[in-house]
């Protein structure tokens, strides 16, 4: 007999990525493919991802500067 290959098994995300509580599946906020707490966790969300982003933008500059 032939074996079948089994397809991946997904994790299911079981904390909120902001806050780090446990995701209840009756309050389930979904945006940009992850779930969150609610829109106030979504937003401190995006707005921590933005500043990581603008200090490694600024990390580059200043690197490709001094060279």
Known sequence: MPETAQAPVVEEVKNCPAC??????ARRFYRNGAYY???????????????????KSKAVAEKSQSS
């Open 37 to 55: 707490c609610n829109n106030n966790c979504f937003k401190k969300f995006q707005a921590t991802a933005k500043s990581t982003a603008d200090e």
């Open 20 to 25: 780090k509580k446990p995701l209840k599946k």
